[in-house]
């Protein structure tokens, strides 16, 4: 298969595809399927989150020291988004079902052997490992439906796909809170051992293989190695950035390296007779704004929320669990609109319910712009809630956009692009969002410290004191008296809101600008190729 026959298939009527007889009894139904593969799904979105409340315990726990922990986070995210692609093109080539097994069993057994650990080092490989099968489970998922749901009832499918994500992500907090203050860290991985199990269960009892007649029969191994590459330098460089600095060689060195291999990728795709990514499937103006709509969406909402979960626990003086309580309002909003969203979606197509989400999320992140220190419950709960509602056709909409726009053999491929761009566009939002909050508050702090009449700091006081003001820590020695530490917190609170705030606003920014990106997408143009349960 050539990259100009996937375009011809990309913008043509789909060719005739082979339609399974209808599902009977449990093997292959369409909504049986969406339930077995929610359930791995919510494992690995679940790990997302809860994991960040239990990393204190296990820095105890372990004698770990602050950069260990920091990778337990970091070669977990590294190893998901560098493997997405490849992962996906693995499910088209040996089938989606096959790929999501083994994503399931891989993914409970590295939970189960982290909380078998007793030392830093196995937590972060078995990290590394949760990453590669999570990698392998994604986009199957995003497989399964495809090729499961007929047209009509694919948006409706992948809503209550998105809802689950949005569920399990957001609530990752509140349930990693829990288990850590009344049982222990290591229940946080245990619990993905009977998960798991179950998912298994299901998947061999429900699932059901589905591949085209031309999937690929090769693997582009030299493509594989320079993506991996460039994801990897590209992810590492926004990963290390905040400590390197965004003017350090090193952080321009990795950027430069990614984009040469990107490059030589791109080239080499051109070559190949079976191309991991057939660069003509950007051809496609709709598939290709949707994965830019995902990464700008991404970069808005988990850049923007980073900093919204500091302030809950670190102004607000929160703890976790009442921290996820608080977000609940962006999780119910989502957990409502997913579906709704699918429905509008394939009643009026993506491009109204994409641009109007844009545009509400672009209002919501300036309205969190407007959070001060004494910002009452209500209108916090208000805003979230309208970021949620905003997200709900966004994170639907962008997925029946990618996957329907691309061939059926590549449906792998473009749930694989749907989740690496998701992850790409988090990782720059909290990057790029993090050294606008960080600007911010070195050019405030010394002048908002001087105002306030405190004692003066010598210049690498103030750069400590800026580390912990770009968290909403107060910089208070021990020993300080209440009411000079009292005002010092003042200081940091309000330097590290106005920081907040800017960041928020060029969040919003991003916001506008996907509503533009959003109005050049239109329904998938090979749904039809899915068709596989049209007797539902």
């Known amino acids: 298969?050539?990259?100009?026959?996937?375009?011809?298939?990309?913008?043509?009527?789909?060719?005739?595809?082979?339609?399974?007889?209808?599902?009977?009894?449990?093997?292959?139904h369409p909504w049986l399927t969406l339930f077995s593969v929610a359930i791995g799904v919510m494992m690995v979105a679940l790990d997302g989150t809860i994991v960040a409340i239990a990393n204190p315990a296990i820095q105890k726990d372990l004698g770990a020291s602050f950069a260990d922990v920091q990778w337990i986070t970091n070669g977990y995210f590294l190893a998901l988004a560098v493997t997405l692609i490849t992962a996906g093109k693995l499910g088209d080539r040996f089938g989606h079902r096959q790929t999501f097994l083994i994503g399931v069993i891989g993914f409970a057994a590295a939970s189960g052997a982290i909380g078998l650990s007793d030392s830093i080092a196995l937590v972060v490989t078995f990290r590394v490992f949760q990453g590669l099968f999570g990698a392998l489970l994604m986009p199957a998922a995003l497989g399964l439906l495809r090729a499961t749901f007929p047209a009509e009832k694919l948006n409706m499918a992948i809503g209550i796909w998105g809802m689950v994500i949005g569920a399990s992500t957001a609530g990752g907090p509140i349930l990693g809170g829990l288990l850590v203050q009344h049982v222990s860290w290591q229940s946080v991985f245990f619990i993905n051992v009977p998960v798991g199990v179950i998912a298994l269960v299901l998947g061999l009892l429900i699932l059901k293989d589905h591949r085209a007649e031309n999937a690929p029969r090769s693997?582009?191994?030299l493509g594989i190695v320079l993506l991996s590459g460039a994801m990897f330098c590209l992810v590492w460089a926004l990963i290390k950035a905040p400590t390197w600095s965004w003017g350090d060689g090193l952080t321009w060195t990795f950027l430069a390296a990614s984009v040469l291999c990107f490059a030589l990728f791109a080239i080499w795709e051109t070559r190949v007779k079976e191309p991991l990514i057939p660069l003509a499937l950007f051809r496609s103006v709709p598939l290709s704004a949707g994965v830019v709509l995902m990464v700008l969406m991404a970069i808005a909402f988990m850049g923007g929320l980073f900093f919204v979960t500091f302030y809950l626990q670190n102004v607000h003086g929160m703890s976790p669990v009442d921290s996820g309580l608080h977000l609940l309002p962006l999780t119910g909003m989502m957990i409502v609109g997913s579906p709704l969203a699918g429905a509008m979606i394939t009643k009026v197509g993506p491009r109204i319910p994409l641009a109007g989400g844009m545009l509400l999320t672009a209002v919501a992140m300036y309205g969190m712009s407007?959070?001060?220190?004494?910002?009452?419950?209500?209108?916090?709960?208000?805003w979230f809630a309208l970021l949620g509602l905003g997200l709900a056709p966004v994170m639907v909409g962008a997925t029946e956009v990618i996957v329907g726009n691309a061939p059926m053999e590549l449906s792998g491929v473009a749930g694989g692009l749907q989740q690496a761009a998701m992850q790409i566009g988090g990782s720059l939002g909290t990057a790029v969002l993090g050294a606008v909050m960080a600007s911010k508050v070195d050019n405030d702090l010394a002048g908002n410290w001087t105002d306030a009449k405190l004692p003066p700091l010598t210049p690498a006081q103030l750069d400590q004191a800026s580390e912990a003001v770009q968290v909403g820590v107060g910089p208070v020695p021990k020993g300080t008296p209440a009411v000079l530490a009292e005002k010092i917190t003042s200081v940091a609170h309000d330097t590290f809101i106005s920081g907040m705030s800017l960041a928020c606003l060029v969040a919003a920014g991003v916001a506008v600008v996907a509503i533009f990106v959003a109005l050049l997408t239109k329904r998938g143009a090979n749904a039809e190729a899915g068709a596989g349960a049209a007797h539902i």
């Open 1 to 28: 298969m050539t990259s100009q026959t996937t375009v011809d298939k990309a913008d043509k009527a789909p060719e005739p595809v082979s339609v399974p007889a209808p599902a009977k009894g449990l093997r292959g």
């Open 219 to 221: 693997f582009d191994i």
């Open 370 to 382: 407007t959070l001060e220190s004494g910002t009452g419950s209500g209108i916090m709960s208000l």
